[in-house]
Each structure stands twice: as C-alpha cells, then as structure tokens.
C-alpha cells in the first residue's frame, strides 16, 4: 500500500536552508511585494518574539496567499516526534503569535519532515496544508496521524482526518491496524474506510505541491541580525519560487 505521508521524507540542504525535495507553487502576489522586505526584515529585528529553541527548524511562507507573510516554527524532539508548532505573523513594527487550537501532547504535526501539499477549496478560498505527526511506540513500532491545518479569519486551524498503526510482529510479518480521526483506541476502521476519509475531506479540491524552505539558527546566530534577515529572505525565496 502506498502512503499518501510517508515517513523520513528526503531534504535537500542547500546553503544554510533546508528544502524539501520536489516541486513548488505560489499565489501570484506581485502586487504585494513591495511590502515583502519590510516583513522580513520586522521579522528579523523581533527575533526574541519567536520560540528560539535549539534544534528549532524555521520557515517563511505565505499560507493564505494574501502577501502578508507566516514564519513558522517547528520545535521537534525525541525519536517519536514530539512536535510544537508556533505561527507569526508582522504586526506594525512588531512580531506577534497567530492563535491556533491548544497543542495536546505529542500530537502536534511533524511538519518539516513530510513533503508538503496543499489542497484549494475554491468554494471557500481557504488552503489546506496536508500534515502528519508520527509517533513511535518501540521497535517496529510506529502510529501515524494524518490530517490538515490551515489559516482562517487569522487563525491557524488543524485537524486530523484518520491515524494508523504498523507493528511488525516479527520478520516477515506486519500489522496494519486503521482508525477514524485522532488516536489509536476503539475507533477502528477498515482500510477502505480509511482511505475514504482522506478523499472526503479533500472531494473537489485543487492539489498543489508546495515547499517550505526550512533553516535553522544556532545560538550565536541568533543574536545576530543581519544573519537571520539572509536566511528569512532565503527562505521566502525558495519557498515562493
């Protein structure tokens, strides 16, 4: 069975920013990048109103295709993937946090470490942004949720559609157990139905491949200015391409 999330998608680094690898695509918002530097460069002068972690990975993207740009910040850690995600956009000559639903645990997607898709509702103009958080119970031991977030009204929004389970019950045998929504609890479900929920939610959607150009800073460069204004304007960049 092919997976539409597959684990340890592939990156490419080229400089200092990290690319998935594959194609792109982008609103054109030709009329609003006059407005571009002065974003990035607010976003780089209110470094400290992100979540600098070390070992965070950051992204410059516009996820509504409006010309005001999202930084994203991913913070991942363990070897299950336990993911927190921050949203920011420039407000004035100030950085402020895009409100989303209360992260629980470690259910928050893996978002650098899927290809990303996106998917256009053009009944409603928002864009979906295809996610996965991937977790890890042991040895060949592994659970998958797949699902979407997106931008509203300001907003960021998630959602998670359905999960799975492999277990591989020795060498030449592997369980695949599925389920409806989040968690792995009495919610079980077939295959088939599984695979429905994923064309149900995105029936009549335009698919685009998308690219979020990720980076990271490490703790000295992260005091430096004209260092975080390149890789954000990089970011962008590649990610707009």
């Given at each position: 069975?092919?997976r539409?999330?597959?684990?340890?998608?592939?990156?490419?680094?080229l400089?200092?920013?990290?690319l998935?690898?594959?194609?792109?695509s982008?609103?054109?918002n030709?009329?609003?990048?006059?407005?571009?530097?002065?974003?990035?460069?607010?976003?780089?002068?209110?470094?400290d109103?992100?979540?600098?972690y070390?070992?965070?990975l950051?992204?410059?993207?516009?996820?509504?295709g409006?010309?005001?740009?999202?930084?994203?910040?991913?913070?991942?850690?363990?070897?299950?993937?336990?993911?927190?995600?921050f949203?920011?956009q420039?407000?004035?000559?100030?950085?402020?946090?895009?409100?989303?639903?209360?992260?629980?645990?470690?259910?928050?997607?893996?978002?650098?470490?899927?290809?990303?898709?996106?998917?256009?509702?053009?009944?409603?103009g928002?864009?979906?942004?295809?996610?996965?958080?991937?977790?890890?119970?042991?040895?060949?031991?592994?659970?998958?949720?797949?699902?979407?977030?997106w931008?509203?009204?300001?907003?960021?929004?998630?959602?998670?559609?359905?999960?799975?389970?492999?277990?591989?019950?020795d060498e030449?045998?592997?369980?695949?157990?599925?389920?409806s929504?989040g968690?792995?609890?009495?919610?079980?479900?077939?295959q088939e139905?599984?695979?429905?929920?994923y064309a149900?939610?995105?029936?009549?959607?335009e698919?685009?491949?998308?690219?979020?150009?990720?980076?990271?800073?490490?703790?000295?460069?992260?005091?430096?200015?004209n260092?975080?204004?390149?890789?954000?304007?990089?970011?962008?960049?590649?990610?707009?391409?």
């Amino acid at each position: 069975m092919k997976r539409l999330f597959y684990r340890g998608m592939p990156v490419v680094l080229l400089g200092t920013v990290l690319l998935f690898a594959g194609g792109c695509s982008k609103k054109d918002n030709e009329g609003n990048l006059a407005t571009i530097p002065e974003q990035l460069s607010v976003f780089a002068k209110n470094c400290d109103a992100w979540r600098l972690y070390e070992g965070s990975l950051y992204a410059v993207y516009d996820l509504d295709g409006d010309g005001r740009l999202e930084l994203i910040v991913s913070f991942i850690q363990g070897s299950g993937h336990y993911s927190s995600n921050f949203f920011y956009q420039v407000e004035g000559n100030e950085v402020v946090e895009l409100e989303q639903p209360t992260q629980i645990g470690d259910r928050a997607f893996d978002l650098p470490y899927y290809e990303p898709t996106s998917y256009l509702d053009k009944d409603t103009g928002i864009i979906y942004y295809a996610a996965c958080d991937w977790q890890r119970g042991g040895y060949g031991d592994h659970g998958y949720m797949d699902g979407f977030f997106w931008m509203e009204d300001g907003r960021i929004y998630e959602e998670i559609v359905r999960s799975s389970y492999d277990w591989q019950r020795d060498e030449e045998e592997e369980v695949h157990t599925y389920y409806s929504g989040g968690g792995f609890g009495d919610n079980i479900i077939s295959q088939e139905e599984w695979e429905q929920l994923y064309a149900d939610f995105i029936d009549g959607m335009e698919k685009k491949e998308v690219q979020f150009a990720w980076f990271d800073l490490n703790l000295e460069e992260a005091g430096k200015e004209n260092v975080i204004l390149e890789k954000l304007t990089a970011s962008y960049e590649e990610g707009a391409d």
